[in-house]
């Protein structure tokens, strides 16, 4: 499956952005989809994930209540809801998918787009 990460952007403290990962090639709804996150001179790290028929959702403690996932199918896409943002929100989230991960660790994830720049300035 190729994966496609959109939406980053400029935006203020305490706004709000949209990002989405659009997949093509296979069947989208076979694959869980997490969003992670690599701030400048910092480890890539987990934001949050969604289960292969939008069953269930997991969050990093640092967004829970900030940013929500969801996905849509039909039109292969995964969004990733960031509301609230911090400064130290900043850096590039990239999507990744998995048939069968064992946890939502970086490694479990076989499949990986580009990423987007997210940007928050204070």
């Known amino acids: 499956v190729q994966l496609q990460a959109f939406g980053g952007g400029l935006v203020q403290a305490g706004g709000s952005l949209r990002l989405s990962c659009v997949a093509s090639?296979?069947?989208?709804?076979?694959?869980?989809v997490a969003w992670f996150r690599q701030a400048p001179g910092k480890e890539r790290e987990f934001v949050g994930g969604?289960?292969?028929?939008?069953?269930?959702?997991y969050y990093a403690d640092s967004v829970k209540g900030r940013f929500t996932i969801s996905r849509d199918n039909a039109k292969n896409t995964v969004s990733l809801q960031m509301s609230s943002l911090k400064v130290e929100d900043t850096a590039i989230y990239s999507c990744?998918?998995?048939?069968?991960?064992?946890?939502?660790?970086?490694?479990?994830?076989?499949?990986w787009g580009q990423g987007t720049l997210v940007t928050v300035s204070s």
């Open positions: 990744a998918a998995a048939q069968a991960p064992a946890s939502w660790s970086i490694s479990d994830y076989d499949y």
């Open positions: 090639g296979r069947t989208f709804s076979n694959y869980y």
């Open positions: 969604i289960s292969r028929r939008d069953i269930s959702t």
